[in-house]
């Protein structure tokens, strides 16, 4: 044991390390330029244009097309087949837009207040549709 206490450790001193790294970080860059993945301008390389900004009308754009697509008002449109109907997955992006229309009660714009309250009304309307 004591021939143990009297060894120091090793200390392995890598002088090149922020080389290798650079290099791991460059064949990272050329494989996914190659993939076409690369970011130009803050957006990735072929990445769809005309994408809306951010926006909380966005989101609750996003929270209906799933809602739609849950009660099969969106099919597929290569396949021009309806979805089956999820109700169960319907309401529950209903109620998220409720969740967001009742916490963000008094912080919003009129705009955002309105869309936000006739996209809940539009989709529980037909969330009553699909389940009668």
Known sequence: MGD???KKPSVIHDEDWKQQAQKEK???SETKEAEGTTT???KAAGAYEDMPPASFLT??????VQTLYS???LGDPE???APPVNLDLAKHHIDMLGVLEEKTKGNLT???SQG???ALHEMRMLYVQSAS
């Open 4 to 6: 143990e206490a009297d």
């Open 26 to 28: 460059e064949k990272f």
């Open 40 to 42: 130009q301008g803050g």
């Open 59 to 64: 989101l609750v754009n996003s929270l209906v």
């Open 71 to 73: 009660l099969g008002r």
């Open 79 to 81: 396949s021009k087949k």
């Open 110 to 112: 009129a705009e955002e």
């Open 116 to 118: 936000l309250s006739m």
